[in-house]
């Protein structure tokens, strides 16, 4: 199997999805519902995220799917021999169901806990980030790199919040020392595209806890346009960095060390 040649499959089908995505939001009538009692999803979550799963199926019917909508086991993370794919078909779904363009198709491979290639295609928008391990990143097809900030106070950043609200105060602790540490915040609604508009130097620090759907692409196309991934907490010994959501870090090179220590200050309180 050419890695080149599933870069390729994998581009196709984000693209695929992003189409079916857009078609449902513009021409049907979103149908919603909640996961947990809080998480929204649309009938385009589930449509997509069958669309994507049974093409992965059907291309490499030997590889394990993680995917938020059909198969949100996260041990499956744990289990390194058998490639495994990590899939969101819809990342920023509030902002999808409420008609903002910020919303992306996220699909990742990994080998042995390792992600080797990775697509984010935000239709709405009509932009493409992409990478394989050791071949740079590219937007539509042109390479991109970080911005180079090396000042907090001179760095834009951006994070989220769960939508369970009963676990805020070290959040809030770590967005108060970071708005005052840095230039301003963004809240862009999808962990995926937050951290590739870091990859392309539209912010410079993104940091939240989430799972590996919403990052595992995205963290590849940062890391492979320079940006430097880490987390603020440490990682549990022998977990696959690479799909370890815990208080994940992505910035310029510059600005981690710097960063980590005002968010690890923060949850200490």
């Known amino acids: 199997m050419s890695i080149s040649d599933l870069a390729r499959f994998t581009e196709q089908l984000a693209r695929d999805a992003g189409e079916l995505i ?3 939001r513009d021409n049907n009538t979103l149908r919603t519902d909640y996961k947990h009692q809080t998480e929204l999803v649309t009938h385009a979550d589930l449509m997509a995220d069958e669309f994507i799963t049974n093409a992965i199926r059907a291309r490499y019917p030997q590889h394990r799917i993680l995917s938020e909508e059909s198969m ?6 744990e289990e390194l021999d058998t490639p495994l794919w990590v899939v969101d078909p819809i990342d920023g779904t509030v902002n999808y169901a409420y ?6 198709v996220s699909i990742a491979y990994a080998e042995k806990g390792q992600v080797q290639a990775g697509v984010v295609h935000a239709p709405f928008a009509g932009e493409t980030f992409q990478a394989v391990r050791g071949q740079g990143a590219t937007l539509n097809g042109t ?3 970080h911005s180079g900030a090396s000042v907090p106070r001179e760095a834009l950043f951006a994070t989220g919040f769960p939508y369970t609200k009963d676990q805020l105060e070290p959040l809030v602790n770590r967005l108060n020392a970071m708005i005052h540490q840095c230039r301003d915040l963004r809240r862009i609604g999808s962990a995926a595209l937050d951290i590739c508009w870091v990859a392309c130097g539209r912010l410079d620090i993104y940091y939240e806890t989430v799972s590996p759907w919403d990052f595992a692409a995205a963290r590849l196309i940062a890391t492979e346009a320079g940006a430097e991934a880490g987390h603020f907490s440490e990682p549990p010994a022998g977990y696959p960095v690479d799909l370890w959501g815990q208080d994940i870090l992505v910035t310029t090179p510059q600005l981690f060390s710097a960063i980590q220590q005002i968010l690890r200050q923060a949850s200490t309180g």
Do not use: C, K, M, N
Not at 72 to 77: E, G, I, N, Y
Not at 99 to 104: K, R, S
């Open 72 to 77: 949100p086991d996260l041990t499956q993370a």
């Open 22 to 24: 857009q078609r449902e």
């Open 99 to 104: 008609g903002h363009p910020q919303v992306a």
């Open 143 to 145: 390479p991109i790199s």
